[in-house]
């Protein structure tokens, strides 16, 4: 079956820093990826759609300066927290929809969890 | 608020004993509707989907979900569930108006099946 991945699983980084976290679609290309962030006890909250060669187009509240997206090849796509605070802390998680199975199909990674102190 | 609904959030029960998981959601036009599934340790996977047609759609491992247009919900059933089943489960809403993939998730259950 289809596999992504993500990179790292956890990360723990200092208030102020940037980390970057990586979607990788193994066995497919995936023209669409999709972040999500997940609070304790809360749903999936969709930050942006990346598209393969275009800019991401982010959900209304999320900061695309503070969240960068680089979907630079049609197996990856990266998401960078930029100057990462406390509040940034959660579990990220990407999904890819393959090119040629139609866009209602995402396969999920296994999430990041980022904790800033 | 919460544009989809689910309505318990932790579920006990026995194996072989029948599961039902309430989904409801507040959108008014067309809908795409999904179950997905976490089990401990590992990635969200689709249990089915429901795009049109017959409102009862049958996914993988025994589960099935009815589309109730008029009661705006989605449940999730399984007639009699296994330990296997122990995971989180996830509903969530396409809307016809927003772009394909953008979906919008419930809070999720957590189902615990005994032995």
């Known amino acids: 079956g289809a596999v992504v991945s993500q990179h790292p699983s956890r990360v723990i980084c200092k208030s102020g820093t940037s980390v970057k976290i990586e979607c990788r679609s193994l066995?497919?290309?995936?023209?669409?990826m999709f972040w999500y962030r997940q609070f304790p006890k809360q749903s999936l909250m969709l930050m942006a759609t990346?598209?393969?060669?275009?800019?991401?187009?982010?959900e209304q509240g999320v900061e695309k300066d503070k969240f960068l997206i680089n979907h630079a090849s049609l197996t990856l796509s990266t998401l960078t927290v930029t100057s990462a605070h406390p509040e940034d802390s959660s579990f990220y998680i990407c999904s890819a929809s393959p090119t040629s199975g139609g866009a209602d199909t995402q396969y999920f990674g296994p999430g990041t969890r980022l904790t800033v102190l | 608020a919460q544009s989809v609904s689910q309505h318990n959030h932790h579920v006990i029960l026995s194996e072989a004993a029948s599961l039902e998981l309430g989904c409801n959601y507040s959108?008014?036009?067309?809908?795409?509707l999904f179950w997905y599934v976490q089990y401990p340790g590992q990635h969200l996977q689709l249990l089915l989907k429901y795009f049109s047609g017959d409102p009862l759609v049958k996914g993988i491992k025994g589960f099935e979900a009815e589309f109730i247009k008029s009661k705006f919900s989605f449940n999730l059933r399984k007639p009699s569930v296994q330990w296997s089943d122990t995971a989180e489960y996830f509903c969530?809403?396409?809307?016809?108006?927003?772009?394909?993939?953008?979906?919008?998730f419930g809070a999720g259950t957590q189902v615990v099946v005994t032995p």
């Open positions: 990346s598209n393969e060669g275009s800019k991401a187009t982010y």
């Open positions: 959108y008014g036009g067309t809908v795409n």
């Open positions: 066995d497919f290309q995936a023209t669409t």
């Open positions: 969530a809403v396409r809307r016809s108006t927003d772009s394909w993939g953008k979906l919008q």
